[in-house]
C-alpha cells in the first residue's frame, strides 16, 4: 500500500512563500511520476506540476515561473516550493503518485493519471 504524507501548507501573505513536502512509501519511488494538484472550494481539481524520477518536470502555465515542483529519490520525497503567492493560489494540494506515463501526458497534469493520493494539505494566501 502506497502512503503519501503531505506537510508544509499554512497560511501566507500575498508575495510570500511557502515549501510543500510529500513523503512517499514507495520503495521504487524514482520509476514513479509525482504530482501536486490542488483543489479550491467550488472548482474541479487542477494538476499543478508533476516531476519524473529522471528530473523531467511539468508545470500549469497559472504558476510556472512562481512554483518549482523537485524530488529527492534518496529521501523518497517530493517538494513544491511556491513563491510569489497570490490568494487565488490559496486551495486544499494533494500530493498523487502514478505511472510513468502520467508525466507524459503533454502540458496538462491528468488527475486520472495518478493513482495514489495523499490527504492534501491546506494552502491559504492572503492579500
Known amino acids: 500500500q502506497v502512503q503519501l504524507v503531505e506537510s508544509g501548507g499554512g497560511s501566507a501573505q500575498a508575495g510570500g512563500s511557502l515549501r510543500l513536502s510529500c513523503a512517499t512509501s514507495?520503495?521504487?519511488?524514482?520509476?514513479?511520476?509525482m504530482g501536486w494538484f490542488r483543489q479550491a472550494p467550488g472548482k474541479e481539481r487542477e494538476g499543478v506540476a508533476s516531476?519524473?524520477?529522471?528530473?523531467?518536470?511539468t508545470h500549469a502555465e497559472s504558476v510556472k515561473g512562481r512554483f518549482t515542483i523537485s524530488r529527492d529519490n534518496a529521501k523518497n520525497t517530493v517538494y513544491l516550493q511556491m513563491n510569489s503567492l497570490k490568494p487565488e493560489d490559496t486551495a486544499m494540494y494533494y500530493c498523487?503518485?502514478?505511472?510513468?506515463?502520467?508525466?507524459?501526458?503533454?502540458?496538462?497534469?491528468?488527475?486520472?493519471?495518478?493513482?495514489?493520493w495523499g490527504q492534501g494539505t491546506q494552502v491559504t494566501v492572503s492579500s
Open positions: 514507495e520503495f521504487t519511488f524514482n520509476n514513479y511520476c
Open positions: 516531476v519524473f524520477g529522471d528530473g523531467w518536470t
Open positions: 498523487a503518485t502514478g505511472a510513468k506515463y502520467a508525466c507524459y501526458s503533454g502540458s496538462t497534469i491528468q488527475a486520472v493519471r495518478f493513482h495514489y
